[in-house]
């Protein structure tokens, strides 16, 4: 399923649907049986009753989880924000598609099915310092692009992003739904110097300008200054939450996407955990404004949703606690003295 308009995509995201409680306070109820101190295996007790929640089962489980890479070009590379060629972008799916990048090896290790989506990179956005990055079509078509690749019947989806000049489109994104200067949300992306860094505050500067008399609905931040690639993660997004699938969200890039929908409605956050805390510095006050603790902090910044990969493997450490470890009655063991 895909959404017809502009309009059906924010009827979506206003009516986002809540996670069964009966599933939930089964899981807890669960949990508190299990031959383990009360609380002793922490987060991961936390994971496994949210994830009874979203997918309404007291024993959640993860027999098909999909990690889907979004692609997009950034016409904002002309002002040379990134310390790589807007190339890069096509170079990289291709070794995606042959096997050969990180998250290859971290979706094959967490169990994952790999899906890359490339969105005309062939034909980048517009350079949002001096028009919209995308038209109202160009935009539908990228949300629709995220929606139409979750699938039912997944029990996680897990979301990554390609795109080099993508993280001063993020920057601008989150300065557009949370305020803040754009110093405050730029950071060194894919490794640029402190001149990269000023040129990057510079263009977000100057975008967030242009549009600033702008209507400031998710969708609009999103055409205005996101891409394709980012906005298809917020249509994916916003799909599985229709589904009532859980999301794994990976780093700074990936998170952005969410914060023009958090925005507009705090609450399509609910279904959402954050994979890891990235070394981008905004990342970490992305995530305080949006309510998510992130599951691990490794000092990652590639991208391509590798954090949210490795995190996946956490997220089946508490599945298999939750759903295998034998009940104090079961065992035979005294639940207290």
């Given at each position: 399923m895909t959404f017809p308009s502009i309009a059906s995509f924010e009827d979506a995201l206003a009516a986002a649907r809540a996670p069964d409680g009966a599933a939930t306070t089964a899981a807890r109820a669960r949990q508190a049986a299990l031959t383990k101190p009360a609380g002793s295996l922490g987060r991961l007790e936390e994971i496994a009753i949210?994830?009874?929640?979203?997918?309404?089962?007291?024993?959640?489980?993860?027999?098909?989880?999909?990690?889907?890479?979004?692609?997009?070009?950034?016409g904002v590379?002309?002002?040379?924000?990134?310390?790589?060629?807007?190339?890069?972008?096509?170079?990289?799916?291709?070794?995606?598609?042959?096997?050969?990048?990180?998250?290859?090896?971290?979706s094959g290790a967490a169990g994952l099915e790999l899906k890359v989506v490339a969105l005309d990179l062939d034909r980048?956005?517009?350079?949002?310092?001096?028009?919209?990055?995308?038209?109202?079509?160009?935009?539908l078509a990228a949300l629709n692009a995220g929606a139409g690749v979750v699938e039912e019947g997944l029990d996680l989806v897990v979301l990554g992003e390609m795109g080099i000049g993508n993280s001063t489109a993020a920057a601008a994104l989150c300065a557009r739904s949370f305020g803040g200067s754009a110093a405050?949300?730029?950071?060194?992306?894919?490794?640029?110097?402190?001149?990269?860094i000023a040129r990057k505050t510079g263009v977000v500067t100057q975008a967030?300008?242009?549009?600033?008399?702008?209507?400031?609905?998710?969708?609009?931040?999103?055409?205005?200054?996101?891409?394709?690639?980012?906005a298809a993660i917020a249509g994916a997004v916003v799909?599985?939450?229709?589904?009532?699938?859980?999301?794994?969200?990976?780093?700074?890039?990936?998170?952005s996407a969410v914060a023009p929908l958090a925005a507009d409605n705090r609450a399509i956050?609910?279904?959402?955990?954050?994979?890891?805390?990235?070394a981008e510095p905004g990342h970490a006050r992305l995530l305080d404004r949006m309510g998510l603790d992130p599951i691990l902090s490794l000092g990652m910044r590639l991208g391509e949703g590798s954090g949210a990969a490795v995190a996946a493997g956490i997220v089946r450490a508490a599945l298999a606690a939750h759903g295998e470890m034998a009940t104090f009655e079961e065992a035979a063991v005294a639940a207290s003295l």
């Open positions: 949210f994830f009874a929640g979203w997918q309404r089962r007291e024993r959640p489980r993860i027999d098909r989880g999909s990690m889907i890479v979004f692609a997009g070009n950034h590379t002309i002002h040379g924000v990134s310390a790589f060629p807007a190339s890069v972008t096509g170079q990289m799916v291709a070794n995606f598609r042959a096997g050969g990048a990180a998250i290859n090896a971290l980048p956005t517009a350079d949002f310092t001096i028009a919209p990055a995308m038209d109202d079509a160009e935009c405050d949300w730029v950071g060194p992306g894919t490794g640029v110097d402190a001149g990269g967030l300008a242009f549009h600033g008399a702008a209507p400031n609905s998710a969708v609009e931040t999103l055409r205005r200054v996101g891409g394709r690639e980012i799909r599985a939450r229709q589904l009532g699938i859980p999301v794994l969200l990976d780093g700074f890039i990936c998170c956050t609910a279904h959402c955990l954050a994979g890891h805390c990235s």
